[in-house]
């Protein structure tokens, strides 16, 4: 998939009027949960107040390029030391003053676009750009309005134009006509994304409810009764779903990338992989896909409140044509447990988690929990050697089903300790005596492995049980609970972090991460977001060890497994490959950005660094001694019966040959084999 840097400014919505004590009511009933229920209350004071405000204008302008200086410098004034004070007093009017002068910014803009967009842009004089990573003051005059936009939108008609041809000279030959087509594509979405947000009537309200509860710790939310059932369901593994996925092309266009056949979508017949989503509609609402947002349009396809939705397609250049389409539930298999075996002599199990998703309505064994063990128990039938469990990008989900699946890996003892905000202290013991599995395992991480994930391999890791490998965690050791705000209305909710859990050394990953026994490089890994950027993320911290248990081996031939591991991969091309690649990254993402001359010489000598890049890492693979996976002889047998099944399979084992990550778990068990 194309990477793509996006500026969000069109995300936002807002309220042009509002009930400003309808709105102070659900903040202060958030606030009295908070202060009663929550791990670490904070007072309602200044400092919320400049954090609520800072935010909220900086969603709605982060370019900066919408709200006078004079505009900012009175709202500052007037609302950012004094949020908390008129809140407290049921005053919750500058929510409808700020979202007025917001409305305002937007419809002059649009009248200057409109202008930019029958007039001409001057290429030859000479200007410079830069970006900025972090947010940056508030500068704009009234009289630079059009200066500041004819800039922004030369450097996108630049960008755009670069993206035509890998020939520079074959772009200056054509320059008129690429420069005309690519002016009307971009002043026409940037026209079209500010009508969008100036027709569409979305409450902003739950912009300002995040903050204040954001205030509190990253992990704290509102949530109404639409967005609450969003999230129950991604914590399932069945949900409603259209049966399709779809992925941007080259030109950024929404393309219907892959149709399960047993889905609504291809129930259809009308439907086929490569149609391209001009619009969607859910019959009160239609977005055009050109001038919305990547975030409303992802919000339109997957919330369960959107039972149905009519699809506008374009199949290669024929006329657009609408169908209508009634979502289903359906198995996400992009969020089921899975497994395969590595190598036909040394049998190593191979156990993919993507997430802890769990059973929620408590009718059936659909949880996390239950298809690991059936899993492990079609894999033991093969006689496996040791078991690799990847929770490489697992950003957690439901706790029980981690303390379920720890469980069942550990003999018996404590396996964590949880402190409310009483800082009582409450142990949770393995729920199961015995183990699943009593073979060698390792743990796959990386910067995405998140709260349950890190709790179950951190237990692992803490009873000398597993091995775990890849790069430090994210770092989140909180544990939620979604509350209802008024239980005779239920349509609104808190998301409330209520306890941090402790390992049984008495340590905590919270804001740490867990730091695996064998540390390996990853893609991305200082562009990642851990929990230690965000300002409000609760530090870390430590409890006095108490607790007895006893470790499955001895710590010294973890650390002997660990230290030779290292060793083997010191001169390994493929991880010190992907260290050259992270440097490029933070060179093109991290580092600060030396002014950029305005003409397209330079921005498409950016653009091929930036292609030239993603290129690289796209196609960037380990291509020696590919591993030899295959199904086991349950799951073959169950292919046969579910042939529907066979494609993603296929897709799952051409993915697990070259990864290099199992192959040096592989690697780990077999040499623990060995020593035996």
């Not at 002043?187 to 912009?207: F, G, W």
């Not at 379920?404 to 018996?412: H, P, Q, S």
């Not at 590919?626 to 897709?651: A, E, H, M, R």
């Amino acid at each position: 998939m194309k990477k793509i840097w996006l500026l969000f400014l069109f995300a936002t919505t807002f309220l042009f009027s509002q009930n400003s004590d309808e709105t102070c009511q659900i903040l202060n009933k958030i606030n009295a949960m908070i202060q009663t229920e929550h791990i670490r209350p904070k007072p309602v004071n200044d400092s919320l107040s400049i954090f609520v405000f800072d935010n909220l204008i900086n969603e709605l302008d982060p370019s900066r390029n919408i709200f006078f200086k004079s505009e900012y410098d009175e709202m500052s004034k007037k609302y950012r030391l004094n949020l908390d004070d008129l809140i407290l007093a049921n005053d919750c009017s500058f929510l409808t003053d700020i979202t007025e002068k917001y409305k305002n910014g937007l419809i002059r803009t649009k009248a200057v676009l409109e202008k930019i967009q029958l007039g001409t842009i001057d290429y030859a004089k000479k200007d410079t750009i830069r970006f900025y990573k972090k947010a940056f003051p508030f500068y704009l005059k009234k009289e630079d309005l059009e200066k500041v936009w004819l800039k922004k939108l030369r450097y996108q008609i630049l960008d755009e134009m670069a993206e035509t041809s890998e020939n520079l000279d074959s772009i200056k030959a054509n320059f008129k006509s690429i420069e005309t087509a690519s002016k009307n594509l971009i002043l026409s979405n940037e026209i079209c994304r500010i009508s969008t947000l100036l027709e569409t009537k979305v409450r902003q309200e739950e912009n300002l409810y995040n903050f204040f509860c954001t205030y509190f710790d990253p992990h704290t939310a509102y949530f109404s009764d639409d967005s609450k059932t969003s999230f129950v369901a991604s914590l399932s593994k069945e949900h409603l779903s259209l049966g399709m996925s779809v992925n941007l092309n080259e030109k950024n266009e929404i393309i219907i990338e892959e149709i399960d056949p047993n889905g609504p979508a291809y129930q259809t017949g009308q439907i086929k992989k490569g149609d391209q989503i001009i619009s969607i509609s859910n019959q009160k609402e239609t977005l055009q896909v050109s001038c919305a947002s990547l975030e409303s349009i992802s919000n339109m396809i997957l919330s369960e409140s959107n039972k149905s939705i009519t699809l506008t397609l374009k199949r290669n250049s024929g006329k657009n044509f609408d169908v209508y389409i009634e979502k289903q539930v359906m198995k996400d298999e992009d969020n089921s447990v899975f497994s395969f075996i590595i190598g036909k002599d040394s049998k190593i199990g191979y156990i993919k988690i993507p997430s802890f998703y769990a059973d929620l309505d408590g009718n059936s064994r659909k949880g996390c929990a239950d298809d690991v063990a059936r899993e492990v128990m079609k894999l033991e039938r093969d006689d496996i050697k040791g078991l690799v469990i990847d929770l490489i990008d697992n950003g957690g989900g439901s706790m029980e089903e981690a303390i379920k699946l720890a469980g069942m890996f550990v003999d018996y003892g404590p396996i964590s300790v949880v402190i409310d905000n009483k800082q009582q202290k409450s142990i949770i013991n393995d729920p199961y005596r015995g183990l699943i599995y009593k073979g060698p395992i390792v743990v796959l991480v990386n910067s995405n492995t998140a709260s349950a994930s890190e709790f179950f391999s951190g237990i692992l890791q803490d009873y000398n049980r597993a091995l775990l490998i890849g790069s430090n965690t994210l770092g989140k050791a909180t544990m939620q609970t979604i509350l209802s705000l008024d239980e005779d209305k239920n349509t609104d909710f808190l998301k409330i972090t209520i306890n941090k859990f402790y390992r049984v050394t008495g340590k905590s990953h919270q804001y740490v991460g867990v730091e695996p026994d064998v540390v390996l490089p990853e893609f991305y890994e200082d562009v990642y977001q851990k929990e230690s950027d965000f300002p409000t993320a609760i530090k870390n911290d430590s409890i006095a060890p108490f607790l007895k248990y006893k470790p499955y081996v001895k710590r010294a031939l973890i650390d002997k497994l660990a230290k030779n591991s290292t060793a083997r991969l010191a001169d390994n091309f493929y991880f010190n490959d992907i260290k050259k690649i992270n440097q490029k990254i933070d060179q093109i993402v991290n580092t600060p950005k030396a002014e950029l001359p305005m003409t397209l010489d330079a921005v498409f000598k950016q653009k091929k660094i930036v292609n030239s890049l993603w290129k690289e890492i796209n196609t960037f693979n380990d291509e020696n001694n590919p591993l030899d996976v295959y199904n086991s002889t349950v799951n073959q047998f169950l292919l046969g019966v579910y042939p529907n099944d066979k494609t993603i399979n296929q897709y799952q084992i051409d993915n697990l040959k070259t990864n290099p990550y199992l192959n040096e778990a592989v690697n780990v068990i077999n040499e623990f084999n060995a020593s035996k």
